[in-house]
Structures are given as C-alpha cells and as structure tokens.
C-alpha cells in the first residue's frame, strides 16, 4: 500500500522499489493522488459529498491497485474527554469518528467512484449527545438537544459518483447518493484539512454545513478551467434518533453551488439552498440557506497549514427573523509531529436554548436571540502508539463569549477543555 502526501506524515527513507506495469488507465487515476488541476481535485473525490478543497490540501489515506481499481482508505477517530464550566455544562468520555472506503476506475469514457462513509458514533456516544456548551439545532426523541452535539449516523454516506471529460478543460459529473451530502457550504467540518485536529463539532454547524448528512442526494456538476456549478435535489427532514439505518424520502428540497479553484492553494465557493421541512419539532417550516467560504493551504517543507473562513446563513420561509454564523479555523503541522490550531466563531443562538432540553411550549415560536462568541485553541503531538496508525496526544481550550441574554444561564466566562488520543491509518513507516 502507498499513501497521499499527509500532514501526518514523516518523510520515510528512500529504498528501492520495483516497477509494476499499469495500463493507461491506472497510470491516470494515480496522477490524481496529486493533482495538478482543479479537474483532476474533482476526479480524486478526497473531500466529502462533492465539495471541493485546494487542490494542494493532503489528505492522509491508504491506496493501492487491484486491478483496475484504484482502493482507498481514509479514516479520523478520536477518544476524547470532555470537561466544562457552567451550569449548563456537562462533563463526558466519547468518541468522535469516521472511516471512508472508496475505489475508482476507468468505466466507458469516464470514471466511476463508489464510496462508502462509515461511523460508529451511534456506539461510541451514549445518550444521543456529546457535552458542547451552546450548541443547538437537533431533537431527540420530541425534545431539543440544549448544549450538546448529536452523533453522526452510522452510514454517514453511500455514493456512485461518474465523471466525463467534455474537453481538456471541461467535466461533467453526476453524483448520486441514497445517504449523501448536498451541494451545500464547504467541506465538511469532520473533513476539512483546516478542522482535521479537532475532535468536536463548529457552533455554527447547523447554518453552514448540517446539510452534510442527507437522503436521496442527486447531484450534477459541470466544471470549466476554475470554475464548476452544480445543482441537485435532496430529501430535507435531519436524521432522527436512529442512527443506525437509513431514512429514506423524496426529493423535496435543492440546492446550488458554485465554485472557484484561482490557483493551487486557493478554494472559494458560495452555495444556496431551500430545505423542506428539516426540523421535526417544526415539521410546517421550511427554510433557505445560504454559506460563503474561502480555504487557503500552503504546503510547508516539513508540514502544512491549512485554513478556512466561513459564513453561514439560516432563514425560516415567511420569516424576517435569520440566523447568521461566522467562522475562522485554522491548522498549522510543523516539524512533522507537531500541529497547532484554533477555532475562533460568532454563532447565532435562538431563544429556544432558553428552554433547555424541556418539551417545547405550546404556540412556541422560535426566533433569533443573540450571538455566542468561542475561541479554541489546541495542540497535539504525534506519538508511535500502534503500526499502521499516526497515532497523536492532544489538548484544546476554548473559551465563550456569551450573550447577555444567556449570561444569567450560563454565566459570563464558561470555559470547556478537552484531552484526547486521535488514531488515523498510515502506510509509511514512521
């Protein structure tokens, strides 16, 4: 097995190798585990659903031929303890986690992908929530889930992706997904190269890229030099309390995106949305995002710092009232071992955290409340735990500025602190 350039990764020693022959094919799909080109990124399908990173972003995986098969793996695993102030805060072992099979080939005169993105969170994180101080936007079981973050479910996505080279500048592509991710916002946060060392969850996740997770996603794509747009059609109702099975619906909701790659180490994109009825305490409301995002990675000669600048913008239809999110975040790995980063967010909160984790009142109508402001900032080193694995130690702090609405709840300066071991495959010998 070999692996793509990682920021986790220590230069191996050079040894002698011997040369295996690979059809044309083959030898294509492999340039892509480096691409030069924004159509190449699209084609090696590393970031989720078919949101688009720099094209210089390294993404840790195992790969290897069979065949005619391009096989890959990648995967992100933490187990972490969590530890916060506040009387609303909570304390809690979890693990947060996800592994990504994926095989490519050569099929007619395009490529097929088959991708399959697994989590074990329904298992790993009791009681349907890990502790996150302000965090809102889900239900368990007819309730609201108050200062904590729902874990994924465990068939994250289940993708056949086709792409046809119209010209040498020029793709068409079509992804379908019965489990999948829209064309909605960035990267993923449990994806992105910017957020790839920490080990919980964006405040402002439920404006910017919730959508992550969807049912009977269709999407297509048709991509020219820089620039690619693409439209689908999505189920909108969130996942439910079982995470351990599919939620099948129709299609009822849309989205749009676009999305400039200017040069190697440059990704931008603006999406928007309308989303039928996503909240099942509020099966009536449907509602419109809209997300804004710029990455920037600089590859580094014994690292790589990557970095993300986000917005994101939720409104209930046939409302005034919006909810606006704001995110910077961003990972610098030095000396190969070493990574450093912050989160820093202005989210939107509801007066629905007001009530807690209690049953909503009757005739409640929910509406925008004030702004919650957080700063992590974290580090891990990586440490030679188990073969096969970039194995790291890490902390991170993050502090809150809260609204004045919210301080006679929470207080005026909560403070949470997670210590945690992240497990991640690796090749190379280290």
């Known amino acids: 097995m070999q692996m793509c350039p990682s920021p986790t990764a220590a230069p191996a020693r050079p040894r002698e190798t011997?040369?295996?022959?690979?059809?044309?094919?083959?030898?294509?799909?492999?340039?892509?585990?480096?691409?030069?080109?924004?159509l190449q990124a699209i084609e090696h399908h590393a970031a989720s659903g078919?949101?688009?990173?720099?094209?210089?972003?390294?993404?840790?995986?195992?790969?290897?031929?069979?065949?005619?098969?391009?096989?890959?793996?990648?995967?992100?695993?933490?187990?972490?303890?969590?530890?916060?102030?506040?009387?609303?805060?909570?304390?809690?072992?979890?693990s947060t986690n996800w592994l990504m099979p994926m095989a490519e080939r050569k099929l007619g005169p395009g490529q097929l992908t088959l991708?399959?993105?697994?989590?074990?969170?329904?298992?790993?994180?009791?009681?349907?929530?890990y502790p996150e101080l302000f965090q809102q936007g889900e239900t368990a079981y007819g309730k609201p889930i108050a200062d904590g973050q729902h874990p994924h479910n465990f068939f994250m996505e289940v993708a056949a992706m086709y792409d046809l080279r119209l010209g040498e500048q020029t793709l068409l592509s079509v992804y379908a997904a019965p489990q999948g991710d829209p064309a909605i916002g960035p990267t993923a946060y449990p994806h992105r190269a910017s957020a790839l060392e920490d080990p919980v969850g964006s405040l402002g996740h439920h404006q910017e890229d919730s959508t992550h997770i969807a049912n009977d996603v269709l999407t297509a794509g048709l991509t020219h030099g820089i620039a690619r747009v693409e439209i689908g059609?999505?189920?909108?109702?969130?996942?439910?309390?079982?995470?351990?099975?599919f939620h099948q619906g129709a299609i009822d909701s849309w989205?749009?995106?676009?999305?400039?790659?200017?040069?190697?180490n440059w990704s931008g994109q603006y999406s928007y949305a309308r989303i039928a009825s996503p909240e099942a305490l509020f099966p009536l409301e449907n509602q419109e995002r809209m997300t804004a995002s710029a990455m920037y990675n600089k590859p580094l000669r014994e690292g790589n710092w990557a970095s993300t600048l986000l917005w994101g913008r939720t409104r209930a239809l046939g409302a005034p009232a919006k909810e606006n999110s704001y995110l910077l975040e961003s990972t610098l790995r030095f000396t190969n071992r070493n990574s450093v980063w912050t989160r820093?967010?202005?989210?939107?909160?509801?007066?629905e955290l007001l009530n807690g984790e209690q049953p909503l009142p009757a005739g409640f109508a929910e509406q925008p409340l004030t702004h919650v402001q957080a700063y992590t900032f974290g580090y891990d080193r990586d440490v030679d735990l188990l073969p096969r694995l970039?194995?790291?130690?890490?902390?991170?702090?993050?502090?809150?500025g809260v609204g004045r609405p919210l301080q006679p709840i929470y207080g005026t300066d909560p403070v949470g602190v997670q210590v945690f071991v992240r497990l991640r495959p690796f090749a190379k010998e280290r």
Request: aromatic share 6%; hydrophobic share 35%; glycine share 10%.
């Open 390 to 400: 970039a194995s790291a130690i890490g902390a991170q702090v993050t502090a809150y």
């Open 50 to 94: 078919t949101s688009a990173e720099p094209n210089s972003t390294p993404m840790p995986m195992l790969m290897t031929m069979r065949g005619p098969w391009m096989v890959m793996f990648h995967a992100n695993a933490f187990v972490t303890d969590t530890q916060q102030t506040s009387p609303r805060g909570g304390d809690k072992l979890f």
């Open 233 to 245: 059609g999505f189920h909108g109702r969130e996942p439910g309390e079982n995470r351990w099975d």
């Open 344 to 351: 820093i967010e202005n989210a939107g909160r509801s007066n």
């Open 115 to 129: 991708r399959v993105m697994l989590s074990l969170e329904p298992a790993t994180i009791t009681g349907e929530r």
């Open 255 to 264: 989205a749009t995106r676009l999305t400039l790659q200017p040069g190697q």
């Open 18 to 38: 011997k040369a295996m022959p690979m059809d044309a094919g083959a030898g294509e799909l492999m340039q892509q585990m480096h691409p030069r080109t924004f």
